[in-house]
């Protein structure tokens, strides 16, 4: 017997769409007809530049996945697509932070970059621009133990990932 859960987990998509105008637009619209929110976006032109490839998270139950994925598939847009989820898979995201850097908190600034394997990219008397790579968790953790300081801006890519081994979302 099997008990299915309505309780909402994350799950990530990805998707390889055409290249064309209004595509982008009909796959969110799809989200958004349905009152569902799109956690992250990621689109960018692949190999073969008549298609992009989509990476998005949300937050949803099984069912609504389900749901979702089976209405993407209908749109003429969308050539294939796949719940990473599913499966074991890469994720990385890319986020720029910029945060006041003076005294005292320069130095505890810089433990927290070198422990998180970050970069600082930019920098002035007053100011740091960091650069951190890896998963969301990893980011959210780096944006907790910066909680401290003064953060003045964020800036997040969105997931980009690709499945383990060798199962590809190609044609």
Do not use: W
Request: hydrophobic share 45%; net charge neutral; glycine share 6%.
């Amino acid at each position: 017997m099997s008990i299915v859960s309505d309780t909402k987990s994350r799950h990530v998509v990805a998707l390889l769409m055409e290249n064309t105008p209004g595509a982008l637009s009909r796959v969110v619209g799809l989200f958004s007809q349905r009152g569902y929110n799109i956690e992250s976006l990621n689109v960018a032109p692949t190999d073969d530049p008549t298609l992009s490839r989509l990476t998005l998270t949300t937050n949803a139950d099984a069912r609504l996945i389900e749901q979702l994925t089976k209405n993407l598939n209908k749109l003429i847009d969308v050539v294939k697509l796949v719940d990473l989820t599913d499966s074991a898979y890469i994720e990385r995201e890319v986020m720029l932070v910029k945060v006041k850097a003076s005294g005292a908190m320069r130095g505890e600034i810089n433990r927290c970059v070198d422990i998180f394997r970050g970069q600082i990219v930019d920098l002035n008397a007053f100011l740091y621009v960091i650069q951190i790579v890896g998963t969301t968790d990893k980011l959210n953790a780096f944006l907790k133990a910066l909680s401290d300081c003064h953060i003045l801006e964020v800036v997040r890519s969105g997931v980009s990932a690709v499945a383990r081994g060798d199962k590809v979302l190609s044609l």
